[in-house]
């Protein structure tokens, strides 16, 4: 929390232990308030198996099959929702270098805005959910994770604006 309130954005790998034999525990800190929780997809945008998900994941970027850099030379190929997170780490780092004075909130905010619709879309949400949640859906948050729509899109504003008052009733006369 002292990251966030510093103005730090935090971003975390939602955790490997989501298949139906895994036991799917509630992974820190990509579940505290104010962090970005990652999950994985394949090279086909769809999650991962081993990918967590939950209501503590906010976007997905690819991490399966991803080829890294091993110490002290060479390469190997793995895969992992701790692969996915630098992707979204990546797009928060060029969003503040972008909008300098943009918050976590406001980072955050636009990397879930912008993501690309998640396969099935948010009908797979959480039922009950209003507001912002009805957008996410549990496997994949707010949708995969678009580094160019999240740099250039213009966003509407955080919350809708005030209602317009209510015209006077019918004979009254305005003043």
């Known amino acids: 929390q002292r990251a966030i309130d510093k103005g730090v954005v935090v971003v975390a790998a939602a955790g490997n232990t989501g298949s139906d034999q895994d036991l799917d525990t ?72 972008r909008f300098p004075q943009a918050t976590p909130a406001e980072v955050a905010r636009r990397i879930e805005a912008t993501a690309d619709p998640a396969p099935g879309g948010p009908q797979a949400s959480t039922p009950g959910a209003s507001g912002d949640d009805a957008a996410r859906n549990p496997e994949y948050g707010f949708g995969l994770l678009d580094p160019y729509r999240a740099l250039t899109e213009t966003l509407g504003p955080a919350s809708p604006p005030d209602p317009a008052p209510a015209p006077p009733p019918a004979g009254s006369q305005a003043g």
Do not use: C, E, N, W
């Open 26 to 97: 509630t992974p820190f800190p990509a579940d505290y308030p104010g962090v970005i929780g990652v999950g994985a997809v394949t090279s086909d945008g769809v999650r991962a198996t081993y990918s967590q998900h939950g209501d503590y994941v906010d976007v997905v970027a690819a991490g399966d099959k991803i080829t890294a850099a091993l110490p002290g030379g060479g390469m190997r190929v793995d895969s992992g929702t701790s692969f996915a997170a630098p992707m979204v780490t990546a797009t928060a780092a060029l969003i503040k270098q």
